[in-house]
């Protein structure tokens, strides 16, 4: 059975009625809203740009800021955008009829940036960090053409982690992607709601909606890279210890700066002892 109750929101018809796919959708909905509202992201009566790849993680984003816009939890506005970067084969009309057929603003812009990181990344180097910083820009843009406060992005709970063990392992710092910034020029946020969502919860609710899911052949087709082999260690940490994902991500929230060794973050010069009283006779 599917749900084609018809005051839905186009993009949220034809979803499973199954219990399974009921919580599954209430699950992603809840953690959603709870990022949203723990890190202070809604600025009512703003516009947002919500970057839309046309894989799970921006579809489950999209599907889940539109509910809860639907709900009346959500007043901003939304327009879907897609950058088109120019990679070989890649299916321009699949996005801009889903838009369409799904009644959501959109805007498609194409940038031919896949050349331009094909010239300058030697070969045998990896892609995403010019990819990712060429694409940035351009939805910074794009933003502000579009008079938007906030470009929101697909990042999951599981991309936070990979970010951080990457930050560990090969840059020597204890960083990640935090949940909301402010960019570099001060005039627009970054935001990612799907912060508390697992990357497994994204692909089961993506392609249970059947959404029309393009994978990235450009990084895709890179073996070895850094973020592949941080994701095959926690799937294997996971395998092992069900739930470590969601102990390690908790720990991401309750940093102790007392604890740790960077005398730039706590005061360890002004620790002082406490003065010990003399012993009465």
């Known amino acids: ?35 949203l509202e723990d890190f202070a992201m809604v600025q ?38 897609n950058l088109d970067q120019g990679q070989p084969g890649f299916p321009a009309t699949v996005l801009p009829g889903f838009l369409t057929r799904m009644q959501v603003p959109h805007r498609i812009e194409y940038q031919d940036t896949y050349s331009v990181v094909m010239d300058k990344v030697p070969q045998g180097r990896t892609y995403c960090a010019l990819c990712s910083r060429l694409r940035r820009g351009n939805l910074y843009r794009i933003a502000r053409e579009e008079g938007c406060t906030a470009v929101v992005l697909g990042h999951h709970r599981d991309d936070t982690l990979e970010t951080f063990f990457m930050n560990l392992f090969h840059g020597g710092r204890l960083a990640t992607m935090p949940p909301k910034l402010v960019n570099e ?22 392609r249970a909606m059947d959404y029309p899911i393009i994978p990235c052949d450009l990084c895709g087709s890179q073996d070895g ?3 592949m082999q941080v994701k095959a260690m926690l799937d294997e940490w996971e395998q092992r210890s069900p739930g470590r994902r969601g102990v390690m991500f908790r720990a991401l929230m309750n940093a102790r700066p007392s604890h740790l ?21």
């Not at 009566?45 to 709900?71: F, H, N, P, Q």
């Not at 627009?188 to 497994?200: D, I, K, M, T």
């Not at 010069?269 to 003399?278: C, I, M, V, W, Y």
């Open 1 to 35: 059975m599917l749900d084609d109750t018809p005051d839905l929101p186009p993009i949220l018809r034809g979803a499973p009625t199954g219990t399974e796919f009921r919580k599954l959708r209430k699950r992603v909905v809840r953690d959603t809203r709870a990022a």
């Open 44 to 81: 009512p009566g703003a516009r947002w740009l919500v970057c839309l790849s046309g894989g799970k993680d921006s579809y489950t984003l999209l599907a889940a800021l539109i509910e809860l816009k639907w709900r009346g939890l959500l007043p901003v506005d939304l327009l879907a955008c």
């Open 185 to 206: 020029e001060g005039d627009l946020f970054v935001l990612r709601p799907l912060a508390y969502v697992s990357e497994a919860d994204c692909d089961r609710f993506a």
């Open 225 to 227: 890279l850094q973020r």
């Open 261 to 281: 060794v960077d005398p730039a973050l706590f005061d360890f010069a002004g620790l002082t002892l406490s003065p010990q009283e003399k012993p009465t006779i």
